[in-house]
């Protein structure tokens, strides 16, 4: 992984009326235009030569925002992305090919849109966005998000809003995010401690399922719990050396044969290979027209934020295409005590009888917090640590103690967790 | 291939005799993401799609490139005219090496490109000419997008397909785009559409506010105050529901709870069959309480849908959806309920107590099948078919089954026409978009595509006036003014033109009918939605006009 170097583009090569359409909206102000807007070559030259934006993600949404991006004249345009092309990418991710299949999406994404719209400068990125600093990311005029999971929104998120030095205006690095599920998708526009932000509403998230140990052990009833059993239970049990890698058939294959026996000795039905798969890698179903929508919708906001040809979204789309064209454009609000852009604590209201597990519990299934394996410390000193094992084995017995005997009401704790692209501060209240 | 047993490893041996379906082939796993949505039965409505899609603009092959990746059968583009500069400019799938050539033919190979199972033709004549000379070529598409055509053209297209359909079901779907700027229109024709599966979010009713008997029978045999604690954690909440209702019912001759007061007593009563206070089960069957006092129906939309003609006077020609409305007419006729759909949610409980609950739903479901199935033998008989033919008129029993279970989401849409009227039905057709406005207006919320709508008009009767799109100029403007006045006049408006038209009209005048890359993807991508749905029957399609207005970052559906 690391920057690739790619034959320096050619001196752009363009055309009369190349921007012909385009042009129509760089001209002349419409009668929604900020007053401050100015037509003409100024704002045409800007964007074509002086912009520099960002795409995290070359996938379902990253290929139609990189089209959308050169089609509407961004010059230099950087792409992120981890991954490599798999078949089941073809039915949507349009810049890649059966032979591109291995390979890393974000170089065979950058080369397929410089080859077609000519002059684009795409430069690819094949890793992770946490690779880069602050200083990386200090360049951009924007950033666009077309990602799939929510732990790199989040750390994109946080990252931004941590940069705005309300001394320095260009700090302030608007992020566009877009996500889709089958034929529902949402766009919105944030802008780091101006409006809300991605952590703001995190509690809007669709509660993932997770089914309990003791149903998976003990007391299956759907095919999805003899499907966990044999991915979480029996796989370690039998490879305790060997990584599941749900990208491997023969994997999927051995889950799927063992989820099958489960299920016909508990006289369940409906264990197939692709629920085997769907459950294992949790699969969202995604097409080309929804990704098409909300990737034009995210570029659509970074023409406007770049140009000021059109007020720009305030600050979230919400399509749901299930029932006729349906969509929902509105204002979502700021969270005060949100840990990212908000300043104020977290209360934690919780029982003094409950054990410091308990505590966990409550914190993992909070929706608006999702930290997955939390450690915890109050005043400097460690309640519960998740790792290195030493320190887990030697914080471990306070797990059974109450509330009570550990902390005091009102202590505030700190909390920090993978998930978590920062450390959380959270305020116990003891009640009886 | 001989093959001993030996020869096989253990892995593939095992493979062989457990699963009845192995890993997925290559097509599968290429169409794995969508295949999630319409499954199969979608897929292959899709592949036998044949798409007419007229220009080769920016948002033509836009929606195009959302339609040949989930592998349509085959498209057609039909465009007369050669790629131009702006053309290069704006559109994906042209390049700029290909200024002069054919659009349709350039767009079709770069299209192609995105699916091998895809067949792409270009088509090089004039639109105006194949209208002339030979309408019929339009009948033999599945669906037809019309993408910025002049509106004599998209009227004349309309037209055509309405006076080849041999009857209104017949009638090839046409869906009109249109686009300026950061505005967009999508209208359509249809005949009737039917919706087999709208993939509806609400569970199918378990019926627990009158449990059917063999369930009733089930929760009385359970004794709870004679069940050690584990088994009384493990007592299903369905039963916790039905024997709760049941001991309210007796003390209050047999009615359901019906004010708020006696749903809460009900709860109550619930809550106090409880031994510890925090069982799971309960827990989850306190949750649930709603059941006990919601009501089954038959849902109205599928009430009104029965009594509809188009179910009450079938033919033997009628497609196989009809037989089964009226079978289901019938059903619900002597009793005020769908047939069950046995898909149980999942609940706290053990293995064996939940595969012998779902055993008894499945159970009361394959009787309510075999009485559903009497009641379709007299819908068949009815129209002079014969039992025995079931299969060939599409009524097999696996086809009984998907229908029961998506019966609730069955929607039959009357369809639409698109364009010209009568010159007497002028007044009415201003009216519409008179009244939405109104309500626009009245309620100050966004959407509001009215005003757009308007535009759109008021653009087009420019277009047909100077043959040319109006451009942002005061003389342009004043023009497009005069018209929206005259529209508005004639739907029975009184008063100034409100803000909301004037700063439409401008936006349309400033757009110069252009096709902007990112408005094309975005109406690309909805025709794209729309024209999937219409195609596998599958979720439920726009009902009227689509407004997009990327000013303001919203879409709104006028319901004409």
Redesign the interface.
Known sequence: MGDISLPAPLPP?T????????D??LD?????TDPDFVGGEAVKRFLREDSKVLVIGAGGLGC?IL??LA??GFADIHVIDMDTID??N???Q?LF?PKDVGKPKAIIAAEFVMS???GTKVTPYFGKIQDKPESYYMQFNLVICGLDSVEARRWMNATLVAMVDPDVPESLKPMIDGGTE??KGQARVILPSITSCYECSLDMLNKQTVFPICTIAN????PEHCIEWASVLEWPKVFPDKKLDTDD?EHI??L??HA??RARE???EGV???LT??VVKN???????????????C???A?KLMTNC??R?DNY?M?I???????Y?FQHERRPECPVCGGETIDMPVKKEWTLERLIEALEERQDIQAKKPSLSVNGRSLYLQAPPQLERATRPNLEKKLVDLVNDGDELTVTAGSLPFNLTLRVLLKD | MAQTAEAKTIEEATVTIVSPQGRPDEKTRRYDRQLRLWASSGQAALESARILVISGGATSTSTLKNLVLPGIGEFTILDHLPVTYADAGNNFFLHVNGIGKSRAEEAVSHLAELNDSVKGKADTRDVNAVLENEPEFFLSFTLIIAVNLSPEIEDRLAQALRSGASTPRDTVPLMIVRTAGFYAMIGTQIGEHTVVDAHSETPPSLRLDNAFPALLEYARAIDLDSLDSTDFGHVPWVVLLVKALENWKQKHDGQLPKSYAEKQELKKSLEKMRRRGDEENFDEAVAQAYRMWTPTVVPSETRALLSDPSVTTITSSSPSIFYFLLALSHFVQQHSYLPLVPTLPDMHTTTDTYVELQNLFRAQADREMLVFEDCLKRAVEEVHETWEERESLGLGRAEVKEFIRNAAGVRVFKGKKWGSVEPSEIEASDQKPVTALQNELESGMLPAPAAVYLAFLCSADFYSAHARQPQPTEADNQLLTTYATQRLANGGWNGELPETVTTALGEIARAQGSDIPTTAALTGGLVAQEAIKFLTRQYVPIEGTCIVDLIRSTTGTLPF
Request: charged fraction near 10%; charge should be positive.
């Open positions: 090569p055309w009369p009326n190349r921007f012909q359409h385009v129509t909206l002349h102000p419409g009668p929604s139609e089209t959308n089609l509407m078949i089941s073809l039915n949507r349009f090919r077609r719209v000519p089958g034929f007391t299956p009833r759907l058939p294959q051995w799927f044969t099958s026996t508990f006289k369940i197939t290979w692709s798969q769907g699969i969202i179903p995604a097409i080309a027209s929804t990704n098409a929508v909300i990737a034009a919708s570029c659509t906001e023409f059109a007020p979204l789309f399509l295409g299930t029932e006729g064209v349906y969509s454009t």
